[in-house]
């Protein structure tokens, strides 16, 4: 079971929609994906980025196709599993933020959580431990209102961390930021994907997939390239 | 498990402080419904006491039997003989007392009040159940002799006698007669009718006779009977015996009523049930339509945090956890409300028994109920709501702007 890949893709297609209406965002997306990889998903617009996202986050379900996660599949998981498999394995990251407003950085951190049933103060003690990871424990008690975006970026990340997952999905984490809080924001990813963490991020800006890896370029709705990122490369570079 | 209800519960209470008015107009149906059934219920059994004590102050097991105008011409009054032959002639009937009396004004001390003097014998004051605060009641002697003895009323003794000096011995007098004074009611109020039974001077019913009315009638008399004989074929004897020494001929009406204490009693009951159902019905629409009023805003509310919920979803919260965390709102709301309903009910209840003039009595039981049924409320028109938030899809909430 081990020796499987952590995520594996046979065939997944996504139709939204039915009739004349109907539109075929994936086309048959085959990919694997093995424990500890740092993945950037790039492609143009429209290519089907987030729609693969949200059927690896377990959010959304394919068409057709076999996604197995952990060598389970999951195209055939009730609702309420595949919440178990989020809230166990999963830690997800939206296009935008995404935080509870008038709640602060810590509970929104909390929430998680409180789903796995965790008591207050087992809930304090790992939110202000992922706080910490982001460093944003000074900051713990204000709401999201009160925080820059690069800030709300981190707290989106820590409650994503905070249930200690698997694997960290990202979609364009640093779509709202610019360019220096985005590079705070990868470095932070590459801490964690150190840490044992497996990554998939998508993102527009080839400087930030450079920290990846792997790197995945979609095009209509396929994979169309697979590249092993520069990331190795670099750290040999620097190293040396 | 218990953390995520505590949590919920947290959450809903901090959700309705952040829309507090909004959640006030939202429960003010459930809070005047509550307010409404409570006040109503509460004063309606301040009015049952009262009204319960006054038939009581008539006695149990008592008709009282009055004569009445007919198309004949004006209330023929009754006279000794026949209250005679009401104790003896008619099986069931324990005792029978008859009761007449005048306008007088009471003299004493130099100070004069206007009054009523009630010819009367024991037996009435025992079949009436009223008790002496102080004194003896009539002797055997005084009352076949007809003798100048008096019981005041607390309102005659208040207004013409010395305050803390006993009046027993005292001589007094009604008009021109006077009497001594034996002993001194106790307080009862308002009588039947809204006479005044404390302004009142009681003597034995052959002095009121022969030095007042200056006949043998009597106005009205009480008939004490065993429970354990029916009261309808002790009320046909009477009404035959009564028939038969009136002289009245097949056909012709009764010149004379007869009230059954019990039977006012029973037709007390069956008002007030008849009162109780129409309140409840009242109040069952009035919480409809609070509930209605809660389950619309429970639906604004889910649309409004359509992106909270597909939040709690995405990061793994079950269907069931977002379906509870609405219900437990809506619950806490109706509860809250319920709350609010009755403390106002309390004070409502507690100022109208007061400006009505009858007791305020407390009934526990309508307040838990009143409460049990705002919870219900919440839980069935919050359903709808709540299940509809835990349907939401997580990618379609997350994009809800
Ligand atoms: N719920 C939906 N209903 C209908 N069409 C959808 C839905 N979600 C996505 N699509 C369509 O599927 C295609 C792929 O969408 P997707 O969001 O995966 O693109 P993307 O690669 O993430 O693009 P971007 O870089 O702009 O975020 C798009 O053409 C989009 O319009
Ligand atoms: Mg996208």
Same mark, same amino acid.
């Given at each position: 079971?081990?020796?499987?890949?952590? *995520? /594996?893709?046979?065939? *997944?297609?996504?139709?939204?929609?039915?009739?004349?209406?109907?539109?075929?965002?994936?086309?048959?997306?085959?990919?694997? =994906?093995?424990?500890?990889?740092?993945?950037?998903?790039?492609?143009?617009?429209?290519?089907?980025?987030?729609?693969?996202?949200?059927?690896?986050?377990?959010?959304?379900?394919?068409?057709?196709?076999? $996604?197995?996660?952990?060598?389970?599949?999951?195209?055939?998981?009730?609702?309420?599993?595949?919440?178990?498999?989020?809230?166990?394995?999963?830690? $997800?990251?939206?296009?935008? $933020?995404?935080?509870?407003?008038?709640?602060?950085?810590?509970?929104?951190?909390?929430?998680?959580?409180?789903?796995?049933?965790?008591?207050?103060?087992?809930?304090?003690?790992?939110?202000?431990?992922?706080?910490?990871?982001?460093?944003?424990?000074?900051?713990?008690?204000?709401?999201?209102?009160?925080?820059?975006?690069?800030? /709300?970026?981190?707290?989106?990340?820590?409650?994503?961390?905070?249930?200690?997952?698997?694997?960290?999905?990202?979609?364009?984490?640093?779509?709202?930021?610019?360019?220096?809080?985005?590079?705070? *924001?990868?470095?932070?990813?590459?801490?964690?994907? /150190?840490?044992?963490?497996?990554?998939?991020?998508?993102?527009?800006?080839?400087?930030?997939?450079?920290?990846?890896?792997? =790197?995945?370029?979609?095009?209509?709705?396929?994979?169309?390239?697979?590249?092993?990122?520069?990331?190795?490369?670099? =750290?040999?570079?620097?190293?040396? | 498990?218990?953390?995520?209800?505590?949590?919920?519960?947290?959450?809903?209470?901090?959700?309705?402080?952040?829309?507090?008015?909004?959640?006030?107009?939202?429960?003010?149906?459930?809070?005047? +419904?509550?307010?409404?059934? !409570?006040?109503?219920?509460?004063?309606?059994?301040?009015?049952?006491?009262?009204?319960?004590?006054?038939?009581?102050?008539?006695?149990?097991?008592?008709?009282?039997?009055?004569?009445?105008?007919?198309?004949?011409?004006?209330?023929?009054?009754?006279?000794?003989?026949?209250? &005679?032959?009401?104790? &003896?002639?008619?099986?069931?009937?324990?005792?029978?007392?008859?009761?007449?009396?005048?306008?007088?004004?009471?003299?004493?001390?130099?100070? &004069?009040?206007?009054?009523?003097?009630?010819?009367?014998?024991?037996?009435?004051?025992?079949?009436?159940?009223?008790?002496?605060?102080? +004194? %003896?009641?009539?002797?055997?002697?005084?009352?076949?002799?007809?003798?100048?003895?008096?019981?005041?009323?607390?309102?005659?003794?208040?207004?013409?006698?010395?305050?803390?000096?006993?009046?027993?011995?005292?001589?007094?007098?009604? #008009?021109?007669?006077?009497?001594?004074?034996?002993?001194?009611?106790?307080? @009862?109020?308002?009588?039947?009718?809204? @006479?005044?039974? #404390?302004?009142?001077?009681?003597?034995?019913?052959?002095?009121?006779?022969?030095?007042?009315?200056?006949?043998?009638?009597?106005?009205?008399?009480?008939?004490?009977? #065993?429970?354990?004989?029916?009261?309808?074929?002790?009320?046909?004897?009477?009404?035959?015996?009564?028939?038969?020494?009136?002289?009245?001929?097949?056909?012709?009406?009764?010149?004379?009523?007869? !009230? #059954?204490?019990?039977?006012?009693?029973?037709?007390?009951?069956?008002?007030?049930?008849?009162?109780? +159902?129409?309140?409840?019905?009242?109040?069952?629409?009035?919480?409809?339509?609070?509930? !209605?009023?809660?389950?619309?805003?429970?639906?604004?509310?889910?649309?409004?945090?359509?992106?909270?919920?597909?939040? @709690?979803?995405?990061?793994?919260?079950?269907?069931?956890?977002?379906?509870?965390?609405?219900?437990?709102?809506?619950?806490?709301?109706?509860?809250?409300?319920?709350?609010?309903?009755?403390?106002?009910?309390?004070?409502?209840?507690?100022?109208?028994?007061?400006?009505?003039?009858?007791?305020?009595?407390?009934?526990?039981?309508?307040?838990?109920?009143?409460?049990?049924?705002?919870?219900?409320? +919440?839980?069935?028109?919050?359903?709808?709501?709540? @299940?509809?938030?835990?349907?939401?899809?997580?990618?379609?909430?997350? %994009?809800?702007?």
């Amino acid at each position: 079971m081990s020796s499987d890949p952590l *995520i /594996q893709l046979e065939g *997944i297609t996504k139709t939204f929609g039915s009739g004349d209406a109907a539109f075929q965002a994936l086309k048959g997306v085959d990919m694997s =994906i093995e424990r500890g990889d740092f993945v950037a998903v790039m492609g143009p617009s429209g290519s089907g980025k987030s729609t693969t996202m949200n059927i690896l986050g377990c959010l959304d379900i394919p068409t057709s196709g076999i $996604f197995r996660f952990r060598g389970t599949e999951v195209q055939s998981l009730t609702r309420d599993q595949r919440s178990l498999l989020r809230r166990r394995y999963l830690g $997800f990251v939206f296009q935008g $933020f995404n935080l509870l407003a008038r709640t602060t950085a810590l509970e929104n951190v909390e929430l998680p959580l409180l789903y796995r049933g965790e008591s207050k103060a087992e809930r304090r003690k790992a939110g202000l431990r992922a706080l910490d990871m982001v460093g944003l424990v000074p900051w713990a008690g204000h709401t999201p209102a009160e925080l820059s975006g690069g800030q /709300q970026q981190r707290v989106a990340i820590a409650r994503a961390l905070v249930t200690q997952p698997d694997v960290l999905l990202a979609d364009e984490p640093t779509g709202n930021l610019d360019s220096e809080r985005s590079i705070e *924001i990868m470095e932070l990813l590459t801490e964690l994907n /150190q840490s044992g963490i497996t990554v998939l991020m998508v993102t527009h800006e080839e400087e930030m997939a450079a920290f990846a890896k792997t =790197i995945v370029r979609f095009r209509d709705g396929v994979v169309e390239r697979i590249e092993s990122g520069t990331r190795s490369a670099q =750290i040999t570079e620097a190293s040396g | 498990m218990f953390g995520i209800f505590g949590a919920t519960l947290l959450l809903s209470l901090r959700e309705i402080r952040r829309h507090l008015m909004r959640s006030f107009l939202t429960t003010l149906g459930i809070i005047i +419904g509550v307010a409404a059934v !409570i006040t109503m219920v509460t004063l309606g059994n301040g009015v049952t006491a009262s009204v319960k004590e006054d038939i009581s102050s008539l006695g149990a097991n008592v008709y009282i039997i009055f004569p009445v105008r007919t198309e004949r011409g004006s209330p023929r009054p009754f006279d000794e003989a026949d209250v &005679n032959a009401v104790a &003896n002639q008619i099986a069931g009937v324990e005792a029978a007392a008859g009761s007449a009396s005048a306008a007088a004004t009471a003299f004493h001390n130099g100070q &004069n009040w206007s009054t009523s003097v009630n010819g009367v014998n024991n037996e009435f004051l025992r079949a009436q159940s009223i008790d002496l605060a102080e +004194g %003896r009641s009539f002797t055997a002697a005084e009352e076949t002799a007809g003798q100048n003895v008096c019981i005041l009323g607390p309102k005659v003794r208040e207004a013409i006698f010395v305050p803390d000096v006993s009046p027993l011995g005292e001589e007094m007098r009604l #008009d021109s007669v006077s009497c001594t004074v034996i002993g001194v009611l106790e307080e @009862r109020g308002q009588g039947g009718g809204g @006479r005044d039974e #404390d302004n009142v001077v009681m003597m034995p019913l052959k002095t009121v006779q022969r030095r007042f009315t200056g006949d043998d009638t009597i106005q009205f008399f009480v008939v004490k009977y #065993d429970a354990a004989y029916s009261s309808a074929s002790i009320q046909t004897g009477l009404i035959d015996l009564l028939r038969e020494r009136r002289l009245l001929q097949e056909g012709q009406e009764n010149d004379f009523n007869i !009230i #059954d204490t019990a039977q006012v009693n029973q037709a007390l009951g069956t008002a007030i049930g008849a009162l109780t +159902g129409m309140v409840a019905a009242i109040a069952a629409i009035s919480l409809l339509v609070g509930g !209605i009023g809660i389950m619309n805003i429970m639906l604004v509310s889910v649309t409004e945090r359509t992106r909270e919920i597909g939040i @709690r979803l995405a990061i793994g919260a079950l269907a069931k956890e977002v379906q509870l965390q609405f219900l437990t709102e809506a619950v806490v709301l109706c509860c809250l409300g319920g709350l609010v309903g009755i403390v106002l009910a309390f004070g409502l209840s507690f100022g109208l028994a007061a400006a009505v003039g009858v007791p305020f009595v407390f009934d526990p039981m309508i307040n838990i109920l009143s409460f049990i049924f705002s919870a219900a409320m +919440g839980i069935i028109f919050g359903y709808y709501p709540a @299940r509809r938030a835990s349907k939401l899809d997580p990618i379609d909430a997350l %994009r809800h702007e």
